[in-house]
């Protein structure tokens, strides 16, 4: 005796799909550069390689705030900003990437390359952070890097 699909399965079959299709796109957002547009705050890990500070680990409040197009409008903490230059960017599954260039006083005249590459969106309000950061003095010749992770949470004020 042959089986066939009643309309009812088939209906019932249909209604699974469309329920799992609508579940998939709102649990699975799609991220832009423009994500990152807004305030976003953290206690992040600050860890320095090399030199006489090396494997220093310390926590500090961050907070960094993007324009749509990815670029830093402002660091803190940080000095006053003389220059910054560079934006990031995000892939639609959240990944971030980009490097800022931040020049600053700070005794003498102090860049920083700030790599946020490895940093990715945790959900559309969460970013877990892994920037590697190098620093150079050029008034005095020296230089060094750190590393800064966490996580990062947007402000929804």
Same mark, same amino acid.
């Given at each position: 005796?042959k089986?066939?699909?009643t309309?009812?399965f088939?209906?019932?079959l249909f209604?699974?799909a469309?329920?799992?299709?609508i579940t998939?796109?709102? =649990?699975?957002?799609?991220y ?7 305030v976003w705050?953290g206690?992040?890990?600050?860890v320095?390689? &090399?030199?006489?500070?090396? &494997? ?8 960094? @705030?993007f324009n749509?197009?990815?670029?830093l409008?402002?660091m803190?903490p ?7 230059? &560079?934006?990031?960017? @995000?892939?639609?599954? &959240?990944?971030?990437?980009? @490097? ?7 005794? =003498? ?24 950061c ?6 005095t010749?020296?230089?060094? =890097? =750190?590393f ?5 949470t947007?402000?929804?004020?």
């Amino acid at each position: 005796m042959k089986k066939s699909f009643t309309p009812m399965f088939i209906l019932y079959l249909f209604a699974l799909a469309l329920i799992f299709v609508i579940t998939c796109k709102y =649990y699975s957002p799609n991220y832009s550069t423009n994500s990152l547009e807004g305030v976003w705050n953290g206690s992040l890990k600050v860890v320095v390689k &090399g030199g006489v500070n090396d &494997g220093m680990e310390s926590y500090h409040d961050f907070q960094f @705030v993007f324009n749509n197009d990815g670029s830093l409008v402002f660091m803190n903490p940080s000095p006053c900003f003389l220059t910054k230059i &560079g934006s990031l960017s @995000v892939s639609k599954d &959240g990944d971030i990437s980009g @490097v800022i260039t931040t020049s600053h006083l700070n005794n =003498y005249t102090e860049s920083t390359y700030i790599n946020w590459d490895g940093s990715s969106f945790d959900c559309k309000l969460k970013i877990i952070v892994n920037i590697n950061c190098f620093w150079f003095i050029t008034d005095t010749n020296s230089n060094g =890097y =750190y590393f800064i992770t966490g996580l990062l949470t947007k402000s929804c004020k």
